[in-house]
């Protein structure tokens, strides 16, 4: 209920207080922090570990990168962009300045490689071996699909709140 600018809280031993519109506009800026800095922590870490095994496996990426359903010409370049690509994201991500643009980058990876799960998963290639590295090569395509498709559902609201906070505070970092 609304009563002149504030809301009536009750604490669950049946005291009635006031909370303004502003404490609770504060709450609600808290969770979306939580939420951010929760879907950051995952992201940065799925990519780093990604990215950086790689670069450190580098031979062995490009091996697996080869087997893929992909155009040869784009072989040699996906080998070193990827890598880039994951990493420079990772960075964005920890610039808060730039964190806006880390997030939408880190959502279209996600998408990408979700879409091309899904394909692998459906074998519209036949069987394609797997180029993602230590961190995942036990899993099957379908368990890829379904968790990239999760970490790309947990980023997207992420990035809205983010862009929701820039825009509210000019000020924010």
């Not at 939408?104 to 071996?129: D, F, K, Q, R």
Request: glycine share 6%; hydrophobic share 50%; charged share 15%.
């Amino acid at each position: 209920m609304e009563r002149s600018g504030n809301y009536i809280q009750h604490d669950g031993t049946g005291v009635a207080g006031t909370v303004s519109k502003k404490a609770k506009q504060s709450k609600w800026q808290t969770y979306m922090d939580w939420y951010i800095l929760i879907a950051l922590v995952m992201l940065i870490l799925l990519l780093f570990f990604t990215g950086l095994g790689k670069v450190f496996n580098h031979a062995a990426f490009v091996s697996q990168l080869q087997k893929q359903p992909l155009p040869q010409w784009s072989m040699s370049i996906l080998s070193y962009l990827l890598p880039m690509l994951e990493l420079g994201t990772v960075l964005l991500m920890c610039i808060p300045r730039v964190r806006i643009w880390g997030l939408g980058l880190a959502i279209l990876l996600m998408t990408a490689y979700s879409i091309y799960a899904y394909l692998a998963y459906i074998e519209i290639y036949g069987y394609v071996p797997c180029a993602c590295g230590k961190v995942f090569e036990k899993m099957s395509w379908k368990q890829h699909f379904q968790f990239n498709l999760a970490v790309t559902l947990l980023a997207a609201p992420a990035w809205l709140m983010e862009y929701k906070l820039k825009k509210s505070n000019k000020n924010y970092a």
